[in-house]
């Protein structure tokens, strides 16, 4: 009586075990048809089109760093950024890469007109986020009948070959100055909000000029109150100087340019 006793009172009497809180997790998004049209082609779509689409698709992450496609990859899929932010760029045999465009919530990446078509770019996630992945043979068999899929890829092709010819100019004729405001542009008009995650190197690299010209733009930058530096961050404080300091370096296919 008295040994049982005990060991219940020495058991009432020992710590409790609290258990560690669980790690936050933030939520992934859920598909729907809302979700799709903060895509602006699929927005521009009538409810129909969207739904004989949006049976095909697929919401996934989009991690930075990651590699959709490369150079000579078959085009299986077409991506539909959300909030994400896909660097279209040609990497050479010695290893060098330049950025040739940029994908974001108002465009698509990969798609695929024909059969069999390989991709004449690498495409690498440089702002994680979310986005519609598509079967390039649905794509194709949308567009193929014509309607305003047809007319708004169109668009946004032409509207992609101008941002390429602009770029081009760009890489010969601008000032690093001027490439370094044209590249937080491109980043911050595909952004939700104004703090871009990027590190000077990488943004050298993809610039194809060395790391001490960009700290040092970016230094300039800094004093003149247009951006802020953390480590692995910038922070936009004042858009129009980046615009006033990009001059004709920079393009952008706005919304009303695509339609």
Not at 86 to 104: D, H, N, P
Not at 131 to 147: I, N
Not at 219 to 239: F, H, N, P, T, W
Request: proline residues 3%; charged residues 20%.
């Amino acid at each position: 009586m008295f040994q049982a006793y005990n060991t219940v009172s020495s058991a009432a009497s020992a710590p409790l075990a609290i258990p560690a809180p669980a790690a936050r997790r933030t939520a992934a998004p859920a598909m729907s048809l809302t979700g799709a049209r903060q895509n602006a082609l699929l927005q521009a779509l009538p409810d129909a089109d969207l739904e004989r689409l949006f049976a095909h698709m697929e919401l996934v992450p989009l991690k930075a760093g990651q590699r959709l496609y490369d150079f000579g990859d078959q085009l299986e899929y077409s991506y539909f950024p959300t909030n994400a932010i896909i660097s279209l760029q040609y990497i050479s045999e010695e290893g060098s890469t330049t950025e040739i465009a940029v994908v974001g919530r108002e465009g698509v990446a990969g798609v695929a007109m024909y059969r069999g078509e390989r991709a004449s770019n690498t495409a690498m996630v440089t702002g994680a986020g979310y986005g519609y992945r598509l079967r390039a043979e649905a794509l194709r068999g949308m567009f193929a009948e014509g309607g305003m899929l047809a007319n708004q890829l169109m668009r946004y092709t032409s509207s992609m070959f101008a941002q390429l010819a602009q770029n081009v100019v760009s890489s010969r004729h601008a000032s690093i100055d001027q490439k370094l405001c044209r590249w937080l542009l491109e980043r911050l008009d595909r952004s939700l909000g104004t703090e871009l995650k990027a590190t000077q190197e990488n943004i050298a690299n993809l610039l194809g000029v060395r790391r001490e010209s960009i700290t040092a733009s970016a230094a300039k930058l800094q004093a003149e109150g247009a951006i802020q530096c953390r480590r692995g961050v910038i922070d936009v404080l004042d858009r129009a100087i980046l615009e006033c300091n990009a001059g004709g370096c920079y393009f952008t296919p706005r919304l009303a340019d695509i339609m």
